[in-house]
Structures are given as structure tokens and as C-alpha cells.
């Protein structure tokens, strides 16, 4: 299994409090990235990094924002939390864009009350 | 845009049956993904294609790029295969996947 993992598993928080999200691998992959899944919708990109400090937008970035400042750690923050952002959120990584080998976390549950 | 979609939604399958899962995409592509999501929400990586039939086990992926669709099929099914299974779309240069929906799938002893 590839090293890579999500912190914390589970959150809860209220409207309007700041939100950290952390992705951590030990496979040294260039290419990592934030999804939300949602009912009814496949899994949504919200940013992807191409290297340190490289990072863009995806489909759903508004109210997100990430750092990559070390290769192994990729953080999604919600500046201000809404009750929209609920959903389960995925870190991925991969060696090279379009890889056969994309690696997932196991998954972050945030409730936004 | 390109748009991913799977069917069926949800599948319902014996023990032992043949198992076929569909996928469709609306442009021109470099790739396309099978993945699996457990019922405890972990996501696996099963196939990557850009071309012709890939095998894994009782796993099959097919890919026929001018008619821009795949299917995944699963040979005598196992209650283990319940799980929701997952196309992704790549295209080069845009460093993105497309995701479908998923396919539910509950296999039944």
C-alpha cells in the first residue's frame, strides 16, 4: 500500500471557524490533490499541486485554499467553514500526471454545523 | 467539458454471475481509470487504459476509444467484488481526472 495519510479522519466544526486538512506521503509523488465527494457527484477537485509551492485550481475551489511547502505534505484549509462543505474529502497522489498508479487516502469526514 | 457517466447506478448480482459495468465519456481522452471504493470508503486504483483490454484476476477492463466508452466486467462474482466502482477520465496537459458517479454494486451470496 502506498504511504499516504489523512489527518484527522473526522471532524466537526461550526459555521464560520477556519478548518485544516492535512495530506502526508512517504512515496516522494509530484502530483498531489484534494477531492470532495458528495452524493449524486463523482469526486470533485478542489486543488491539485504539481510540485513544492506549485499548486492550481480545481472545479470547486471557491472557499478552499492549499500549501505545499515540503514535497510530503499537502494542506487544504477552509477559511471559513460553511455547512456546504460538508462532505468527505480525499487526498490523492500520483508519480506523474495520468499516472496508472493513483493513490488515495482513506478519507476525511467533516461536518460543518 | 467532458462528462463522464456510468451505468448502471446500481446493480444487484448472484454469486457467480458475469458482471458488466459501463462507463462513457463525451471527448477525446488519454486515458481512462477503474477504481474501486470499498464499503469502509477506501478508493483503489484497478486499471489504467488508453487502448484495447486489461486483465487483473477476475477483473476485465476494455476501452474502445472511437466510440469513447469502457466497461469493466467481473467474472464469477463474490460478495468480496460488493463495492462501488468508479471510471476517471485523463486528459494530457490538463493534469486532471473526470470522475463518474459510480456504479454500486452488491453481490449476493
Known amino acids: 500500500d502506498a504511504g499516504i495519510t489523512q489527518s484527522p479522519r473526522h471532524k466537526v466544526t461550526e459555521t464560520g471557524t477556519p478548518v485544516t486538512l492535512r495530506c502526508h506521503q512517504t512515496?516522494?509523488?509530484?502530483?498531489m490533490y484534494w477531492y470532495r465527494q458528495d452524493p449524486g457527484h463523482g469526486l470533485r477537485l478542489i486543488h491539485y499541486s504539481y510540485g513544492v509551492k506549485d499548486t492550481d485550481k480545481g472545479e470547486v475551489s471557491d472557499g478552499y485554499s492549499v500549501s505545499r511547502s515540503k514535497t510530503e505534505d499537502f494542506l487544504l484549509t477552509l477559511e471559513s467553514a460553511t455547512s456546504s462543505q460538508t462532505s468527505v474529502y480525499f487526498c490523492a497522489i500520483s508519480e506523474r500526471a495520468g499516472d496508472e498508479k493513483l493513490f488515495f487516502g482513506s478519507g476525511t469526514q467533516l461536518s460543518v454545523l | 467539458k467532458n462528462e463522464v457517466e456510468q451505468s448502471p447506478q446500481n446493480l444487484t448480482a448472484q454469486e457467480g454471475e458475469f458482471i458488466t459495468i459501463n462507463c462513457s465519456y463525451s471527448v477525446g481522452i488519454s486515458a481512462l481509470h477503474w477504481l474501486q471504493q470499498h464499503p469502509g470508503g477506501g478508493i483503489v486504483s484497478l486499471f489504467m487504459l488508453s487502448s484495447g483490454k486489461k486483465k487483473h484476476g477476475r477483473l476485465i477492463a476494455t476501452i474502445n476509444i472511437q466510440e469513447k466508452h469502457s466497461s469493466l466486467h467481473i467474472t464469477a462474482s463474490h460478495p468480496r467484488d460488493s463495492a462501488v466502482y468508479i471510471c476517471?477520465?485523463?486528459?494530457?496537459?490538463?493534469?486532471?481526472?473526470?470522475f463518474g458517479t459510480g456504479t454500486r454494486l452488491k453481490v449476493l451470496a
Open positions: 512515496e516522494n509523488h509530484r502530483y
Open positions: 476517471a477520465s485523463f486528459t494530457s496537459g490538463t493534469y486532471k481526472y473526470i
